[in-house]
């Protein structure tokens, strides 16, 4: 049981580049999230998901794009990178249950110069 | 918006002490709370929840309170030991399921 899956662990990206993270869970969770975390910030929301198909906007979601096609995938895209997107990025999934806890997975570390 | 607020500033104690970290909220009182530890490099880990009606909650060595009047949680670690150095999050349901984070404390054990 693998748990919440993140690839790829490390990116370095130019000004202006594209990529999209990937986040895989294998425990049938409805809910997806992802996540950025900056020194002395916490972890901030970006865009979340309560279902296949369906995405919503988080505290920071501008410069970024999501897709949950299937249930068990949240993909995050950068369509033009900019340097104050380096950061943390990790995705957690929950159960529809209200007070389920989040399952993180372990981060990608982007850096955009 | 509500807004979380855990002390910045590093908390060092002696092994065997008792850790008492804080998390601090500025608006309405949520249903429930939750903590997780953090590791370096790592995601964060969910240790315990809180609902707004227990007053207490406890798992081990670890012991959570929630204060609907003061708008805080304290966050305990009995007999700590240096396996509990870690960075140690609150966090709280703000709506729509999307839980909101405290930047975090980070706790250091000393032998």
């Known amino acids: 049981n693998a748990g919440v899956t993140q690839t790829p662990k490390f990116r370095v990206l130019k000004t202006g580049q594209s990529m999209t993270l990937l986040c895989a869970q294998d425990m049938n969770h409805e809910y997806m999230y992802w996540y950025r975390q900056d020194p002395g910030m916490g972890l901030r929301l970006i865009h979340y998901s309560v279902g296949e198909g369906t995405t919503a906007k988080g505290e920071v979601p501008d410069g970024y794009n999501v897709s949950r096609l299937k249930k068990q995938n949240f993909l995050l895209g950068l369509e033009s990178a900019a340097p104050s997107q380096t950061s943390v990025y990790f995705c957690?999934?929950?159960?529809?249950?209200?007070?389920?806890?989040?399952?993180f997975g372990n981060g990608t570390r982007l850096t955009v110069t | 918006s509500q807004k979380i607020e855990q002390n910045s500033e590093a908390l060092n104690i002696q092994e065997g002490k008792t850790a008492t970290l804080t998390c601090n909220y500025t608006n309405y009182s949520p249903a429930y709370l939750q903590w997780y530890r953090q590791d370096p490099g790592r995601g964060p880990v969910f240790l315990l929840l809180?609902?707004?009606?227990?007053k207490e909650k406890r798992k081990e060595r670890l012991k959570v309170t929630f204060d609907t009047t003061l708008k805080q949680s304290l966050f305990h670690i009995t007999a700590s030991q240096p396996a509990d150095s870690a960075t140690y999050l609150c966090?709280?349901?703000?709506?729509?399921?999307?839980?909101?984070f405290g930047s975090g404390t980070r706790l250091q054990v000393q032998p």
């Open positions: 957690a999934s929950t159960r529809r249950t209200e007070d389920s806890p989040l399952h």
């Open positions: 809180i609902r707004e009606n227990e």
């Open positions: 966090a709280l349901d703000t709506g729509r399921r999307a839980l909101t």
